[in-house]
């Protein structure tokens, strides 16, 4: 089969790298798998065997997701848009895919619900209606009012087949931030969560001992970069490696690096980071989806600083969650200086270090067979 994901990543690269990870399972099990992208693009991701369409780019401004820009930071015109439903458009009737995914939306990304609900109406109109299916992680910005869940639980009833939810219902069900009335339960599909296959350690043990400070790809974590730099000048006896995502990352990371001390390493971020991982002393970043998980995998003692500005709650309840293992702590921004920081990984050197995850990670190839299967049953009607 032909499987299309749409996705729109408009602050960090979360999104795009769940989407491409599940596009990758896809590809793996022998289907044809097509990435539409609307945010910038992330050339350090791995796409391999995915056929990448990028379309105009679109971010935030800032946590505003309701203001979009363009390219070059200027308000999106509707040429722009128009532009982006076009490609949209036209890429899903030549492709014709069987399964059209949509990552977050209707859950989210309502400020480009035109555009969404375009591919959804071309998916629908193809010789071969596409099954629709909704993509979302485990914990969603929970609606600011009665009537924004209620117009999501609408188009789900109108327009889609099934809701995936990449997590484990015992451990973070979607009702745990979402309201789940029986209409929208009845669509619901946990695929448990959707981590890439593990990665080795690195061969010449590349971060080995290193405080690693990573903050995702967006333009956000210029507090927890500052915070390392000062908690590096204050214990010249750690190594200190900060890796610098999002657009201009060299040009960011030159910046931090003018201010550095002689015991911190600053760099783009790179593809060998989950590998780094396993060597580290202790892990400083946000608490996204993709980074909790390769915690997971790694058991890398962890100081996580949840993304809460705007009144954000996602990274805070995953922060919370995961800080019941041994092996994690959480710093909320309000709190974060070097001083500590510092604090927050001494404590940790004194914990006993939690082994690797192994099981309920594998939701990218459990992804593939609920597709599959409710593509098969579709059919058979």
């Not at 480009?112 to 071309?122: C, H, I, N, S």
């Not at 293992?325 to 604090?343: D, F, K, N, Q, Y």
């Amino acid at each position: 089969m032909t499987v299309a994901i749409l996705v729109t990543h408009l602050l960090g690269t979360g999104h795009l790298a769940r989407a491409l990870t599940l596009a990758r399972a896809f590809a793996a099990a022998g289907h044809r798998a097509i990435v539409l992208s609307g945010g910038r693009p992330v050339p350090h991701l791995d796409a391999t065997g995915v056929r990448l369409v990028q379309l105009p780019p679109l971010q935030s401004d800032g946590v505003n997701f309701t203001r979009l820009l363009d390219d070059s930071g200027a308000d999106a015109t509707a040429e722009v848009l128009h532009a982006r439903q076009s490609l949209i458009a036209q890429t899903l009737r030549d492709e014709a895919p069987q399964v059209l995914i949509t990552e977050l939306f209707p859950f989210g990304r309502r400020v480009l619900r035109d555009e969404f609900l375009t591919a959804v109406e071309a998916a629908r109109s193809l010789p071969q209606p596409a099954l629709v299916c909704a993509s979302i992680r485990d914990i969603l910005a929970p609606p600011s009012k009665p009537a924004k869940a209620q117009a999501t639980d609408d188009i789900i009833d109108q327009h889609y087949d099934a809701v995936l939810v990449h997590s484990d219902a015992e451990i973070a069900p979607l009702g745990a931030s979402w309201p789940v009335k029986s209409r929208l339960a009845t669509r619901l599909r946990y695929t448990g969560f959707v981590a890439s296959p593990p990665a080795p350690p690195h061969a010449d043990g590349t971060g080995f001992g290193e405080v690693l400070v990573s903050a995702g790809g967006g333009g956000v974590g210029a507090p927890v970069f500052e915070a390392a730099l000062d908690a590096a000048r204050a214990s010249p006896q750690r190594n200190w490696r900060l890796l610098v995502g999002g657009s201009h990352a060299a040009d960011r990371a030159r910046t931090l690096a003018t201010t550095a001390p002689e015991n911190a390493r600053v760099e783009p971020a790179r593809p060998d980071f989950r590998q780094m991982l396993h060597h580290a002393e202790v892990s400083v970043s946000m608490a996204g989806y993709n980074t909790a998980l390769d915690l997971l995998q790694t058991g890398t003692p962890a100081v996580l600083v949840p993304f809460d500005v705007g009144g954000e709650v996602e990274q805070t309840l995953r922060a919370t969650a995961l800080a019941r293992l041994p092996g994690i702590s959480v710093l909320r921004s309000c709190e974060l200086s070097g001083a500590t920081l510092l604090s927050q990984i001494d404590k940790l050197g004194a914990a006993p270090r939690r082994a690797p995850r192994t099981e309920g990670l594998d939701g990218a190839a459990e992804t593939v067979r609920i597709v599959q299967k409710l593509l098969d049953s579709r059919d058979a009607d």
